[in-house]
């Protein structure tokens, strides 16, 4: 049977988890506060402000934490 990372890999996306290409990712454990995000550099401030303003949808919410808008 042939490797493929795409079944060994976990990915966690808390916007983008309808697209096709990120089928089977998970939500992040953790709550985002003030729209920081882990792993950008301090020059990503179009990224920050995305993130900011806009909500992830229900889907890719966490189930027990249907109520976090900014995840």
Partial sequence: MPY????????????????????????????????LYCGWGPFKFNERRKIFITRCPKECRPPANQSWVFC
């Fill in 4 to 35: 493929h990372q795409q079944n060994h890999t976990l990915q966690h996306d808390s916007y983008n988890c309808l697209m096709r290409t990120h089928k089977g990712s998970k939500p992040f454990p953790t709550k985002r506060v003030d729209g």
